[in-house]
Protein backbone atom coordinates (compact mmCIF):
# COMPACT_ATOMS: atom_id res chain seq x y z
CA UNK A 1 0.00 0.00 0.00
CA UNK A 2 1.67 3.57 -0.94
CA UNK A 3 2.72 5.50 2.37
CA UNK A 4 0.49 8.17 1.35
CA UNK A 5 -2.88 6.07 1.30
CA UNK A 6 -1.95 4.41 4.62
CA UNK A 7 -1.61 7.89 6.10
CA UNK A 8 -4.87 9.15 4.76
CA UNK A 9 -6.08 5.13 6.27
CA UNK A 10 -4.85 6.30 9.38
CA UNK A 11 -6.39 9.68 10.15
CA UNK A 12 -9.77 8.87 8.73
CA UNK A 13 -9.35 5.51 11.83
CA UNK A 14 -8.62 7.85 14.19
CA UNK A 15 -11.23 10.51 13.39
CA UNK A 16 -13.87 7.40 13.16
CA UNK A 17 -13.42 5.55 16.77
CA UNK A 18 -12.75 8.63 18.29
CA UNK A 19 -15.68 10.68 17.03
CA UNK A 20 -17.93 8.29 14.88
CA UNK A 21 -18.24 5.01 15.87
CA UNK A 22 -20.48 2.87 14.31
CA UNK A 23 -23.42 0.73 15.73
CA UNK A 24 -24.93 -2.58 14.77
CA UNK A 25 -27.57 -0.41 12.76
CA UNK A 26 -25.01 1.29 10.23
CA UNK A 27 -22.34 -1.62 10.54
CA UNK A 28 -25.76 -3.63 9.25
CA UNK A 29 -26.25 -1.39 7.12
CA UNK A 30 -23.34 -1.87 5.00
CA UNK A 31 -22.96 -5.20 5.37
CA UNK A 32 -26.38 -5.42 3.96
CA UNK A 33 -25.57 -3.08 0.71
CA UNK A 34 -22.36 -5.35 0.25
CA UNK A 35 -24.42 -9.01 0.55
CA UNK A 36 -26.99 -7.35 -1.86
CA UNK A 37 -24.14 -6.45 -4.60
CA UNK A 38 -24.90 -2.75 -3.89
CA UNK A 39 -21.67 -0.43 -5.18
CA UNK A 40 -19.61 0.56 -2.05
CA UNK A 41 -19.77 4.13 -2.74
CA UNK A 42 -21.46 5.04 0.27
CA UNK A 43 -20.50 7.99 2.96
CA UNK A 44 -17.40 6.75 4.82
CA UNK A 45 -18.61 6.52 9.01
CA UNK A 46 -16.25 10.30 9.52
CA UNK A 47 -18.77 11.96 6.91
CA UNK A 48 -21.87 10.60 7.65
CA UNK A 49 -20.88 11.84 11.28
CA UNK A 50 -20.08 15.44 9.52
CA UNK A 51 -23.50 15.16 7.76
CA UNK A 52 -25.33 14.33 11.60
CA UNK A 53 -23.28 17.32 13.29
CA UNK A 54 -24.45 19.58 10.07
CA UNK A 55 -27.95 18.78 10.06
CA UNK A 56 -27.86 19.21 14.02
CA UNK A 57 -26.70 22.62 13.91
CA UNK A 58 -28.26 23.93 10.91
CA UNK A 59 -31.93 23.00 13.37
CA UNK A 60 -32.91 20.60 10.58
CA UNK A 61 -36.94 19.16 10.68
CA UNK A 62 -36.94 18.66 7.29
CA UNK A 63 -34.14 17.01 5.35
CA UNK A 64 -33.74 15.80 1.41
CA UNK A 65 -31.43 13.55 0.05
CA UNK A 66 -30.98 12.94 -3.49
CA UNK A 67 -29.18 9.46 -4.04
CA UNK A 68 -30.12 6.71 -1.37
CA UNK A 69 -27.96 3.90 -2.39
CA UNK A 70 -28.08 1.65 0.39
CA UNK A 71 -29.52 4.39 3.10
CA UNK A 72 -26.22 4.15 5.16
CA UNK A 73 -26.16 8.25 5.42
CA UNK A 74 -30.13 8.34 5.52
CA UNK A 75 -29.59 6.63 8.99
CA UNK A 76 -26.97 9.11 9.99
CA UNK A 77 -28.78 12.12 8.70
CA UNK A 78 -32.57 10.85 9.73
CA UNK A 79 -30.90 10.53 13.52
CA UNK A 80 -30.06 14.54 13.75
CA UNK A 81 -33.99 14.80 13.03
CA UNK A 82 -35.81 15.90 16.36
CA UNK A 83 -39.18 14.47 17.66
CA UNK A 84 -41.86 14.95 14.18
CA UNK A 85 -38.76 15.18 11.99
CA UNK A 86 -39.13 14.34 8.29
CA UNK A 87 -36.51 12.95 5.86
CA UNK A 88 -37.61 12.34 2.04
CA UNK A 89 -35.02 10.56 0.20
CA UNK A 90 -34.56 9.77 -4.02
CA UNK A 91 -33.50 6.78 -5.50
CA UNK A 92 -33.56 5.89 -9.19
CA UNK A 93 -33.16 1.99 -9.03
CA UNK A 94 -35.72 0.09 -7.06
CA UNK A 95 -33.81 -2.35 -5.63
CA UNK A 96 -31.53 0.33 -3.98
CA UNK A 97 -34.42 1.63 -2.09
CA UNK A 98 -35.78 -1.14 -0.71
CA UNK A 99 -32.39 -2.33 0.52
CA UNK A 100 -32.64 0.86 1.75
CA UNK A 101 -35.51 1.00 3.66
CA UNK A 102 -34.55 -2.81 5.09
CA UNK A 103 -32.15 -0.53 6.69
CA UNK A 104 -33.66 2.45 7.88
CA UNK A 105 -36.59 0.25 9.71
CA UNK A 106 -33.87 -1.87 11.45
CA UNK A 107 -32.32 1.43 12.51
CA UNK A 108 -36.09 2.31 13.95
CA UNK A 109 -36.16 5.82 11.23
CA UNK A 110 -38.87 4.41 9.33
CA UNK A 111 -41.51 6.88 11.02
CA UNK A 112 -39.16 9.64 9.82
CA UNK A 113 -37.77 8.61 6.26
CA UNK A 114 -39.38 8.00 3.14
CA UNK A 115 -37.53 6.55 0.01
CA UNK A 116 -39.56 7.60 -3.25
CA UNK A 117 -38.06 5.68 -6.34
CA UNK A 118 -37.62 7.44 -9.41
CA UNK A 119 -35.58 9.75 -11.39
CA UNK A 120 -34.02 12.16 -9.13
CA UNK A 121 -34.79 15.23 -11.51
CA UNK A 122 -38.05 13.92 -11.65
CA UNK A 123 -38.54 13.58 -8.37
CA UNK A 124 -37.48 17.07 -7.50
CA UNK A 125 -39.36 18.69 -10.21
CA UNK A 126 -42.57 17.38 -8.44
CA UNK A 127 -41.85 17.68 -5.17
CA UNK A 128 -41.77 21.51 -6.15
CA UNK A 129 -45.38 21.58 -8.22
CA UNK A 130 -46.65 19.86 -5.39
CA UNK A 131 -45.91 22.94 -3.10
CA UNK A 132 -43.92 20.35 -0.61
CA UNK A 133 -42.36 22.82 2.27
CA UNK A 134 -39.16 23.76 2.26
CA UNK A 135 -35.86 21.74 3.59
CA UNK A 136 -33.60 22.92 6.13
CA UNK A 137 -31.04 20.65 4.40
CA UNK A 138 -30.16 19.26 1.06
CA UNK A 139 -27.96 16.52 0.44
CA UNK A 140 -26.89 15.51 -2.88
CA UNK A 141 -24.99 12.44 -3.49
CA UNK A 142 -26.40 10.77 -6.95
CA UNK A 143 -24.97 10.48 -10.51
CA UNK A 144 -22.14 13.38 -10.87
CA UNK A 145 -23.69 14.32 -14.51
CA UNK A 146 -27.21 15.53 -12.57
CA UNK A 147 -25.53 17.45 -10.05
CA UNK A 148 -26.67 21.30 -11.73
CA UNK A 149 -29.48 20.37 -12.49
CA UNK A 150 -30.24 18.91 -9.18
CA UNK A 151 -28.89 22.43 -7.62
CA UNK A 152 -31.07 24.15 -9.60
CA UNK A 153 -33.95 22.13 -8.40
CA UNK A 154 -32.33 22.31 -5.19
CA UNK A 155 -32.22 26.28 -4.54
CA UNK A 156 -36.06 26.63 -4.34
CA UNK A 157 -36.50 23.63 -2.71
CA UNK A 158 -33.90 24.83 0.22
CA UNK A 159 -35.37 27.44 3.11
CA UNK A 160 -33.23 30.76 3.40
CA UNK A 161 -30.54 29.92 5.97
CA UNK A 162 -30.36 25.77 5.12
CA UNK A 163 -27.68 24.06 3.59
CA UNK A 164 -27.14 22.65 0.45
CA UNK A 165 -24.34 19.50 0.64
CA UNK A 166 -22.57 18.08 -2.61
CA UNK A 167 -20.68 15.19 -2.26
CA UNK A 168 -17.81 14.41 -4.23
CA UNK A 169 -16.81 17.11 -5.36
CA UNK A 170 -12.93 17.16 -5.31
CA UNK A 171 -11.04 14.75 -6.84
CA UNK A 172 -12.14 15.20 -10.54
CA UNK A 173 -11.48 19.27 -10.15
CA UNK A 174 -8.18 18.57 -8.93
CA UNK A 175 -6.42 14.90 -9.88
CA UNK A 176 -7.19 15.46 -14.14
CA UNK A 177 -8.01 19.71 -14.51
CA UNK A 178 -8.33 19.45 -18.34
CA UNK A 179 -11.20 17.29 -18.39
CA UNK A 180 -15.03 17.90 -17.74
CA UNK A 181 -17.33 16.74 -15.40
CA UNK A 182 -20.07 16.66 -13.20
CA UNK A 183 -18.81 17.84 -10.38
CA UNK A 184 -16.37 20.29 -11.89
CA UNK A 185 -19.94 21.82 -13.30
CA UNK A 186 -21.18 21.68 -9.85
CA UNK A 187 -18.63 23.58 -8.18
CA UNK A 188 -18.37 26.48 -10.76
CA UNK A 189 -22.48 26.28 -10.81
CA UNK A 190 -22.22 26.86 -6.75
CA UNK A 191 -19.41 29.42 -7.17
CA UNK A 192 -21.24 31.66 -9.32
CA UNK A 193 -24.67 31.06 -7.47
CA UNK A 194 -25.50 34.54 -6.07
CA UNK A 195 -27.71 32.90 -3.19
CA UNK A 196 -25.40 30.52 -2.25
CA UNK A 197 -21.95 30.86 0.57
CA UNK A 198 -20.28 28.50 -0.48
CA UNK A 199 -17.21 26.37 0.72
CA UNK A 200 -15.90 23.29 -0.42
CA UNK A 201 -14.16 21.07 2.39
CA UNK A 202 -11.75 18.31 1.54
CA UNK A 203 -13.33 15.33 3.74
CA UNK A 204 -11.28 11.64 4.92
CA UNK A 205 -12.22 8.18 2.95
CA UNK A 206 -10.21 5.34 3.36
CA UNK A 207 -8.33 5.30 0.07
CA UNK A 208 -7.54 9.21 0.31
CA UNK A 209 -9.35 12.73 0.16
CA UNK A 210 -12.83 13.50 -0.70
CA UNK A 211 -14.92 16.47 -1.12
CA UNK A 212 -18.17 18.29 0.25
CA UNK A 213 -18.90 21.48 -0.87
CA UNK A 214 -20.98 23.12 1.73
CA UNK A 215 -23.58 25.96 0.55
CA UNK A 216 -25.67 28.10 2.48
CA UNK A 217 -28.74 29.86 0.94
CA UNK A 218 -28.81 33.27 1.63
CA UNK A 219 -31.82 34.12 0.68
Known amino acids: MPEQEQTFQNYDRYISELFASEDEALRAAREEARREG ?48 RMISLEIDPHHAEVARRNVERAGLSGKVEVRVGPASESLAQ ?18 DGYVDYLKKAVPLTRAGGLILGDNTLPDAVLDPAADSGTKRYNAAVAAHPDLVSILIPVLRGHGLDGLLVSIKAS
Not at 127 to 144: H, P, S, Y
Request: aromatic content about 6%.
Open 127 to 144: LQAAGEAQFDLVFIDADK
Open 38 to 85: LPGIHVSPSEGKLLHVLARMAGARRILEVGTLGGYSAIWLARALPEGG
